[in-house]
């Protein structure tokens, strides 16, 4: 088991910044892509960054490439994603899912299906 507890949401203006953060504790001697995903109010779960076990490699959504940047502490057994530039559209809950079947250096699944574990969220509100 591994569990995932997401910080670091909160309110911002657009334009401004925030880091996100992914703690994971349980099993974590386990080797495992994360993903962060988001969802709006209406709308479905989509695919936000994800990146593998070992750091070296990383995959965005269209819509925050250039923005956001998704990284790592496996010391710390920690992901963030740190968002800058944030617009109103990135106003959400953020999830961050855990992939046990990855090898060290494949990023997960822009798909939340494949995710064993998921943590509980945290809001991102993005005033205009």
């Known amino acids: 088991q591994v569990q995932l507890v997401e910080s670091g949401g909160g309110l911002v203006q657009a334009g401004g910044s925030l880091r996100l953060s992914c703690a994971a504790s349980?099993?974590?001697?386990?080797?495992?892509?994360t993903g962060w995903f988001r969802q709006a109010p209406g709308k479905e779960r989509e695919f936000v960054a994800t990146?593998?076990?070992?750091?070296?490699?990383?995959n965005y959504a269209d819509s925050v490439k250039g923005r956001f940047t998704i990284s790592r502490d496996n010391a710390k057994n920690t992901v963030y994603l740190q968002m800058n530039s944030l617009e109103p559209e990135d106003t959400a809950v953020y999830y961050c899912?855990?992939?046990?079947?990855?090898?060290?250096?494949?990023?997960?699944?822009?798909?939340?299906?494949?995710?064993?574990?998921w943590g509980q969220g945290t809001q991102v509100t993005v005033s205009s």
């Open positions: 899912a855990a992939d046990l079947h990855k090898n060290p250096m494949t990023y997960g699944s822009s798909w939340p299906a494949p995710y064993d574990y």
């Open positions: 349980g099993r974590t001697s386990s080797s495992y892509a």
């Open positions: 990146i593998s076990w070992s750091g070296g490699s990383t």
